[in-house]
């Protein structure tokens, strides 16, 4: 007799309650994001929207622990990449596998033109299509916008499951 399968969604479920234990985020949190932005400013301004509407996360080489539910580390280990949900990336951090993000079912929140363009697409939720949301502009207003419509889109689990397979089918 074969023990059911377990499925991606409920792999990266288990492996963000063990992330909100390792590093002490409320087990109220919406969703675990990493954040790789290098500019203080543009990164401050996004880590305080996601911090007001309920996210969590985990800062690459920042110095912003001083904001709810953010954590500043050096790197993520590997081994808890499954446990976020999507990351943001400047194109400008050092230190960021995004293939390896998006092999983990992270979803991408990037630039436009990025080393990735030919392989990633926006999530349209009417087609089922695309893999990530891109901002087309280096405003911070931009990037949190693309934040907030991924956390529109993952709403609606049907959605959820689709943008998961796009991404880890892509790599």
């Known amino acids: 007799m074969t023990a059911p399968k377990t499925s991606l969604r409920e792999i990266k479920q288990m492996a963000k309650k063990n992330l909100q234990s390792t590093y002490s985020f409320p087990k109220t949190l919406g969703s675990l994001w990493i954040i790789a932005i290098k500019d203080p400013e543009k990164r401050k301004f996004v880590l305080e929207g996601v911090a007001a509407i309920g996210l969590g996360a985990l800062v690459i080489g920042g110095n912003d622990s001083d904001i709810s539910n953010i954590i500043a580390v050096e ?37 436009e033109k990025n080393v990735f363009s030919g392989m990633l697409r926006e999530f349209n939720p009417m087609k089922f299509e695309g893999n990530g949301f891109f901002w087309d502009s ?18 609606f689990p049907e959605d959820r499951r689709v943008l998961l397979k796009n991404i880890t089918t892509t790599f």
């Open 138 to 155: 280096d405003s911070p207003y931009c990037i949190f916008q693309k934040v907030v419509a991924y956390t529109e889109n993952i709403k």
């Open 75 to 111: 790197k993520v280990s590997q081994n808890d990449l499954v446990g976020f949900d999507f990351f943001v990336f400047d194109n400008e951090h050092d230190g960021v596998d995004v293939m390896q993000y998006m092999k983990a079912g992270i979803a991408p929140i990037m630039p």
